[in-house]
């Protein structure tokens, strides 16, 4: 009998996650398998060759780790017509905020939790409280009809700042992010604050659609411009914060004693989960469904580390030179920028040390970065990474920073490549055990810079390929393995 279990989600930020008995073995996801930003198998922008795609990934799970059949395939948004594909005896399907939630619940080292899981919308709502104990399914407590992370990102259509998608369905995947980093720039205005206010408390504000069509009618389908543009995400992102307020206060109030655990596409806005100390999981968007589908399946009894779970490069490494740590600490001085693909592939939407630029946060390496690698707009900011052990000495630092989930205070301006507009920045924490080529080259450089290895609009890489390519054709100007320069 096969001892292989398999977790899928099937729309957007996809992914495939293998198990064996209780190990978490690996996690595709189906973005940087295709290199299609939020790629999907199914339902919200699918890839055009979805099962021809699954057998691939399934083939090399069977070459890697011997997996012909599986017992079980935990899976959510795939179509029931498409499940006698997936080589498994039993398919069960996990509701997409239980996946979200026993993801979160698993990773964290606490046995009792209060979970929110929210974001646009599923199976089974946009906006779930549960109570979590381990080994035991999340018990739903709450379930507000209000969606809170539709009219968050659809108004950053209409900021001037954020360059325009192709349509607003696939902006309402990307633009709450920039949103974010835009707020910060603003101030309040009246006016604005009372038509953001409108659209939030609207029923049907959760319709994608609905949510563009209200905002036109009211205030304008147009661009802001200049300041109007900064304000209006200062109103957006006041007003996530407040409706959030409104719906979970009373349940932190209830349940004091709880961990506070978010989940979902909205845990990814780090403004709300540092003002609550949540802890939040490395993978908590759509992207982490999959292993939660598995999790809800294994319920494993010690707590997850995804960190590292992506996949190892899916090329061969071109010949390269030996290079140490010494070496690549004095092409930092240099003030080069440096691509480094090392190990595993991070699992989630950031780039943890193992597929990421790092260079040294001075001045103008923001302006740099932006304009010649990542080609990203002028206002976003960039994620520092320190030694755990030295984060107080830079950083008004309380904990839980190992995953880019929330934020600081920078102390004294010192690093302005990573310091945002309001002197905070999204910090990495590191030990020698979690990542130590970048815990090594840090006691050169206390402090580095550390963005994902991608340009605008594409995943994260997982080839030489393409870092290559970047080498050739943006400003990275090196890049290196953790034992090589190639």
């Not at 993801?103 to 939790?113: G, L």
Request: include cysteine.
């Amino acid at each position: 009998m096969a001892k292989f279990n398999l977790g899928i989600h099937g729309s957007h930020n996809a992914a495939v996650a293998i198990s064996y008995g209780g190990d978490i073995l690996e996690v595709v996801e189906l973005e940087r398998w295709v290199q299609i930003k939020n790629a999907a198998f199914f339902f919200y922008h699918p890839i055009l060759n979805p099962i021809e795609v699954l057998n691939e990934i399934l083939d090399y799970f069977e070459l890697k780790h011997g997996a012909k059949e599986y017992d079980f395939a935990m899976i959510n948004s795939w179509p029931q017509d498409q499940t006698q594909y997936l080589r498994a005896n039993n398919i069960v399907h996990v509701p997409h905020h239980v996946a979200h939630a026993c993801n979160v619940m698993y990773h964290s080292v606490v046995q009792e939790s209060l979970i929110v899981s929210f974001d646009g919308g599923s199976d089974n709502g946009h906006f779930n409280i549960y109570l979590g104990n381990k080994g035991q399914e999340p018990q739903l407590i709450h379930q507000s009809e209000k969606d809170l992370c539709v009219p968050y990102a659809a108004l950053g259509h209409y900021m001037g700042d954020i360059v325009r998608e192709r349509d607003w369905w696939f902006g309402n995947l990307t633009y709450a992010g920039k949103a974010m980093g835009l707020s910060s720039y603003g101030k309040r205005d009246d006016e604005i604050f009372g038509y953001v206010a409108r659209l939030y408390n609207m029923s049907n504000s959760n319709e994608v659609d609905k949510a563009h069509q209200n905002w036109a009618e009211m205030f304008c389908g147009c661009h802001q411009k200049e300041q109007k543009s900064k304000d209006l995400a200062y109103a957006n992102q006041y007003m996530f914060e407040k409706n959030f307020a409104d719906i979970v206060l009373p349940f932190i109030f209830k349940y004091p004693d709880r961990e506070i655990q978010f989940a979902g596409g909205g845990a990814m806005n780090i403004l709300n989960n540092t003002t609550y100390k949540a802890f939040v999981s490395p993978n908590s968007d759509d992207r982490g469904i999959a292993l939660g589908c598995l999790l809800s399946l294994i319920k494993p009894f010690n707590s997850v580390d995804s960190t590292y779970l992506g996949s190892e490069p899916y090329d061969d490494m071109p010949k390269g030179k030996n290079i140490g740590v010494n070496e690549v600490s004095q092409m930092l001085s240099q003030d080069k920028i440096i691509g480094l693909v090392q190990g595993r592939a991070e699992h989630g939407a950031r780039a943890l040390g193992n597929r990421s630029i790092i260079c040294t946060p001075k001045q103008g390496v923001k302006e740099r970065l932006n304009s010649e690698v990542k080609n990203r707009e002028w206002f976003r900011p960039f994620a520092g990474v320190c030694r755990e052990e030295d984060a107080h000495k830079y950083f008004k630092f309380y904990g839980r920073h190992r995953w880019m989930t929330h934020n600081v205070k920078v102390k004294d301006g010192q690093f302005p490549g990573i310091t945002h507009v309001d002197k905070t920045c999204r910090l990495q924490t590191v030990t020698e055990k979690q990542n130590k080529f970048i815990y090594d080259l840090l006691e050169y450089h206390p402090v580095l810079l550390n963005t994902s290895f991608n340009i605008q609009g594409k995943p994260i890489l997982n080839t030489y390929k393409e870092a290559m390519w970047m080498k050739e054709n943006t400003g990275v100007d090196e890049v290196i393995t953790d034992k090589y320069i190639l």
